[in-house]
Antibody, heavy 120, light 108 residues
Framework: EVQLVQSGAEVKKPGESLKISCKGS????????ITWVRQMPGKGLEWMGN????????NYSPSFQGHVTISTDKSITTAYLQWTSLKTSDTAMYYC?????????????WGQGTLVTVSS | EIVLTQSPGTLSLSPGERVTLSCRAS???????LAWFQQKPGLPPRLLIY???RRATDIPDRFSGSGSGTDFTLTISRLEPEDFAVYYC?????????FGGGTKVEIK
């Protein structure tokens, strides 16, 4: 069974760092991009970027480039999304999802989401 | 960046009605790398349609997608109670990938 399991909810203060995770199982981890999507409270979906776990090649949305870092550890089939200095505007639900590397495909399996709350 | 504009923002409908949702792209797609997702409160998005018109696994045939170029449509032939949700279109062919702003289908 394909699963993407994300780390638990986080409460942080502005300026703090954070790394959340997304563990894939039940499929060939290096055959699928991991994509990260932000959903701010009551708002729509925003594509942040993705990573090819086979070689760590990444794409970022211009809206998120420089503010977050996407990484992966294929030895433990886990992808990460990290911030070095959180802002209150980073408060959101963050989802990971997978899609094929070989050809463009839509994300078919999603993680359950990680809620990040940034508040002083 | 390809901007996807969904309309209308909200639809108020009754079970059994037919619904048509629109997604317009700011530039034409060379391939129909356009998907539709359904999202219910507290849950991740669920893939309904990919390749503009192909139903994902286990998606009922009352859901259908169509369109090409810059204009795409999701049709639900007959609304079931479980279909009341927010629907998003998504282009996955050109980086940066983008989502539309969503259409909420609510019970009238």
């Amino acid at each position: 069974e394909v699963q993407l399991v994300q780390s638990g909810a986080e409460v942080k203060k502005p300026g703090e760092s954070l790394k959340i995770s997304c563990k894939g199982s039940g499929y060939s981890f290096t055959s699928y991009w991991i994509t990260w999507v932000r959903q701010m409270p009551g708002k729509g979906l925003e594509w942040m970027g993705n990573i090819d776990p086979s070689d760590s090649y990444k794409n970022y949305s211009p809206s998120f480039q420089g503010h977050v870092t996407i990484s992966t550890d294929k030895s433990i089939t886990t992808a990460y999304l990290q911030w070095t200095s959180l802002k209150t505007s980073d408060t959101a639900m963050y989802y990971c999802a997978r899609h094929l590397v070989a050809v463009p495909t839509a994300p078919d399996y999603w993680g359950q989401g990680t809620l990040v709350t940034v508040s002083s | 960046e390809i901007v996807l504009t969904q309309s209308p923002g909200t639809l108020s409908l009754s079970p059994g009605e037919r619904v048509t949702l629109s997604c317009r792209a700011s530039q034409s797609f060379t391939s129909n790398f356009l998907a539709w997702f359904q999202q219910k409160p507290g849950l991740p998005p669920r893939l309904l349609i990919y390749g503009a018109s192909r139903r994902a696994t286990d998606i009922p045939d009352r859901f259908s997608g169509s369109g090409s170029g810059t204009d795409f449509t999701l049709t639900i032939s007959r609304l079931e109670p479980e279909d009341f949700a927010v629907y998003y279109c998504h282009q996955y062919g050109i980086s940066p990938l983008t989502f539309g702003g969503g259409t909420k289908v609510e019970i009238k």
